[in-house]
């Protein structure tokens, strides 16, 4: 079992460019979450997908972000027009069907750093 | 809205030595679950320990342990016989019990285990 996977590790981009961030959940696991986390600081929730589903995203900014989970493939997360700002670590975590806390894995990371 | 907060950006220890970590938190919620994750410098996001609300037995895992104090709204994560493999951020988190529920993350407290 791989784990959860995220790609790249490592992401540059000219601020109003584009980012695509990757991850593929674990095996058997339909539930994915996406958390940014700035420098020094702890993890925020962004959103929270099922399948083709969006469930939760209170904590996505209003603009610019959009984050994607289609039936085959692995989860987007998706920044239009990177700024300064947006530079941080973005990490993935999945859970199995039924959400139960111990079922949740995180992945690597993706650090995005905007020029 | 859950909060985490960690009072101690900042701690040493010396190799062998005991250190305790300080976490409080401040919900509504009766039933929940509260976790301790080390980011060692690979970003990645380790498990160490969690701990149900409703259960009054503090967890323990080999060294390390927590104080659990509900009334108080109280987590404090105890390292024994700590070793330079502990030298790490390590984060505070909150869940409510909910389903679809996701983290709240303290700021973290950086820990190096001094030889």
């Known amino acids: 079992n791989a784990g959860v996977m995220q790609n790249p590790r490592h992401l540059v981009r000219r601020r109003g460019q584009e980012a695509r961030l990757r991850c593929s959940p674990m095996?058997?696991?339909?539930?994915v979450y996406w958390y940014r986390q700035l420098p020094e600081e702890g993890l925020k929730f962004m959103v929270y997908?099922?399948?083709?589903?969006?469930?939760?995203e209170s904590g996505m900014p209003k603009e610019r972000f959009s984050a994607e989970f289609p039936k085959e493939g692995p989860s987007i997360l998706r920044i239009q027009q990177v700024v300064r700002g947006d530079s941080a670590a973005y990490f993935c975590?999945?859970?199995?069907?039924?959400?139960?806390?111990?079922?949740?894995?995180f992945g690597s990371g993706t650090r995005l750093t905007v020029v | 809205a859950q909060t985490v907060t960690q009072s101690q950006p900042e701690m040493s220890v010396q190799e062998a030595e005991t250190v305790t970590l300080s976490c409080t938190y401040d919900?509504?919620?009766?039933?929940?679950?509260l976790f301790w994750y080390k980011q060692p410098p690979s970003r990645q996001m380790i498990l160490v320990i969690r701990?149900?609300?409703?259960?009054?037995q503090n967890a323990t895992e080999n060294r390390f342990s927590v104080n659990f104090q509900k009334a108080a709204k109280s987590f404090s994560l105890k390292i024994s016989d700590s070793q330079l493999g502990d030298t790490a951020m390590y984060f505070c988190?909150?869940?409510?019990?909910?389903?679809?529920?996701?983290?709240?993350f303290g700021p973290g407290t950086r820990l190096s285990v001094l030889p």
């Open positions: 975590a999945s859970s199995p069907p039924v959400a139960e806390y111990y079922g949740y894995t």
């Open positions: 095996k058997g696991h339909s539930h």
């Open positions: 997908l099922q399948k083709e589903n969006i469930i939760d």
């Open positions: 919900t509504s919620e009766n039933n929940y679950y």
């Open positions: 701990q149900e609300a409703y259960k009054q």
């Open positions: 988190a909150f869940m409510t019990a909910n389903y679809g529920q996701n983290f709240v």
